[in-house]
C-alpha cells in the first residue's frame, strides 16, 4: 500500500486537495477524524465540533494510538494501493504513515488570512471581529498547533494561492511519476 | 392511530438468566432485541481494540463521562423509532440513569431477573469448566460494576426469581408480560 499524507491548517485547501488525488489517481480517501464522526454516527449524537473534541478523552483511556490502529484497521480493510490520509494533527499519526513502506508525505500551505477569508466564504465564520478571534483561538487549540511543525517534515510543501488548477497541477506534478511510472 | 412502543427492560446480575429470559421474551412476544453489550462490541471493533471484559468497560465508562450515563440508551432508543416493532427488549441496563432514559422515552416496563448466589455459582462454575468459589464469584461481580445493577431491583415492576426451571421463568415472564400490557 502506498499511503499519502496530506497535512494542512484549517481551511488551507487539504480537503479539496486530498478529494482531487482520490478522483485523478483512484486513491482511497480517508481522515483521521473519520473514526471519531463513526462513533458519533453510532452514538446517534450530533456530529459537532464539541462532541468530536471529547472524543480525544478515548486517548487518555486507551492511548495515544487509539485512532492510528483504527484508521489502519480501516485501511486494509478497504484493500485499495494508494490511500490518502488527511487530517494529520498530531506527530504519531505523521510517524505512522512513514511506518508504511511506500509513503509521501504533502504539506498544504496558505496564509492565515487567506485560509480565513476561504472558511468565511465557507460559511464557517461571521464577517466580524468575533469570528476572526474565534478563528485565531482555535489555531492554538491542541489538535491545531503542531500543525505546522508536522508541515515542516514534509516531503513538499505547496502554497495554496487560491488558484486551484494550479494547485492541481503541482501535485499531479508530483504524483504522476510515483503513481504512473 | 399511532401505535405506541413498548419497552421491556431486562436486569440482573451475570449469571441471573437474563439473557434466557431476554431470548424468551424475544421469541415468544415476537419483539425486538436490543443488546446493550452489543452496542459497545460494535464500537470496540471501530477503534480495533480487542473485545474483552475490561476494554468494554473502559470504553463504556468514558463514553459514559464524556457524554452522560444515557450515552448508549440514547442510542439504542434512537434505532427503535426506526423500527416497525411495537415491542422492544432491553437487555442488559446497568444502573439508574439507563433506566430513566427508557422511561422518559415512553412506556417501560422494568423486569428485574434474581437468583440465588448458589444457583448463580452453578451456572459460572458451568461455564468456566472448573468448580468457582463464592469469591471468585464476588470478584466477578465486582468487575461487572454489579453493585448498581442490584439498586435497580427496588425501581423493578416485576422481580423474578430465577432458582427454578426453565418452564418456570417462562411461565412467570409471561405472567409479567400479560399484566403489563392488559
Known amino acids: 500500500m502506498f499511503v499519502i499524507g496530506v497535512i ?14 482520490s478522483k485523478s489517481f483512484h486513491t482511497g480517501h480517508h481522515s483521521h477524524s473519520e473514526i471519531y464522526h463513526d462513533i458519533l454516527k453510532i452514538l446517534k449524537l450530533p ?14 483511556t486507551f492511548g495515544e494510538n487509539i485512532l492510528i490502529n483504527a484508521l489502519n484497521k480501516k485501511l486494509r480493510k478497504d484493500n485499495k494501493e494508494v490511500q490518502v490520509l488527511t ?18 508525505v504533502i504539506y498544504i500551505d496558505a496564509p492565515i488570512e487567506q485560509r480565513f477569508k476561504w472558511l468565511k466564504e465557507r460559511g464557517k465564520y461571521n464577517d466580524d471581529s468575533s469570528g476572526y478571534d474565534e478563528f485565531l483561538r482555535l489555531e492554538t487549540e491542541e489538535t ?35 503513481l504512473k511510472p | 392511530m399511532e401505535s405506541q412502543k413498548i419497552i421491556i427492560g431486562v436486569a440482573g446480575k451475570t449469571f441471573s438468566g437474563k439473557t434466557l429470559a431476554s431470548d424468551f421474551l424475544v421469541s415468544r412476544f415476537s419483539a425486538r432485541h436490543i443488546r446493550i453489550s452489543k452496542l459497545i462490541e460494535r464500537l470496540l471493533e ?19 463521562s464524556i ?12 434505532s427503535t423509532e426506526h423500527n416497525d416493532k411495537l415491542l422492544f427488549v432491553f437487555d442488559g441496563l446497568r444502573n439508574m440513569e439507563e433506566l430513566q432514559e427508557l422511561k422518559e422515552h415512553g412506556q417501560c416496563t422494568l423486569i428485574y431477573i434474581e437468583c440465588s448466589t448458589e444457583k448463580r455459582l452453578e451456572r459460572f462454575s458451568k461455564q468456566q469448566n472448573k468448580i468457582v468459589s463464592e469469591k471468585d464469584l464476588q470478584d466477578f461481580d465486582q468487575s461487572q460494576e454489579d453493585n448498581q445493577i442490584e439498586t435497580l431491583k427496588q425501581y423493578s415492576d416485576f422481580t423474578i426469581n ?3 426451571t426453565e418452564a418456570q421463568l417462562e411461565n412467570e415472564l409471561t405472567r409479567c408480560i400479560v399484566q403489563s400490557l392488559g
Do not use: C, W
Not at chain 1, 8 to 21: E, V
Not at chain 1, 87 to 104: A, H, P, V
Not at chain 1, 147 to 173: P, S, V
Open chain 2, 46 to 64: 471501530i477503534l480495533a481494540l480487542e473485545d474483552t471484559l475490561e476494554n468494554k468497560q473502559k470504553l463504556s465508562s468514558v463514553l459514559k
Open chain 2, 162 to 164: 430465577n432458582d427454578g
Open chain 2, 67 to 78: 457524554y452522560g450515563n444515557g450515552v448508549l440508551m440514547h442510542a439504542l432508543l434512537d
Open chain 1, 87 to 104: 487530517g494529520i494533527r498530531f506527530q504519531n499519526e505523521l510517524d505512522n504513515i512513514r511506518s508504511y513502506e511506500k509513503n509521501l
Open chain 1, 8 to 21: 494542512g491548517s484549517k481551511g488551507a485547501g487539504k480537503d479539496t486537495l486530498a478529494a482531487h488525488i
Open chain 1, 47 to 60: 456530529e459537532s465540533r464539541v462532541n468530536l473534541i471529547k472524543l480525544v478523552e478515548l486517548r487518555k
Open chain 1, 144 to 178: 491545531e498547533k503542531h500543525i505546522q511543525d508536522l508541515g515542516e517534515q514534509a516531503d513538499y510543501i505547496i502554497q495554496n494561492t487560491g488558484d486551484l488548477a494550479e494547485l492541481f497541477r503541482k501535485t499531479d506534478e508530483i504524483l504522476k511519476p510515483i
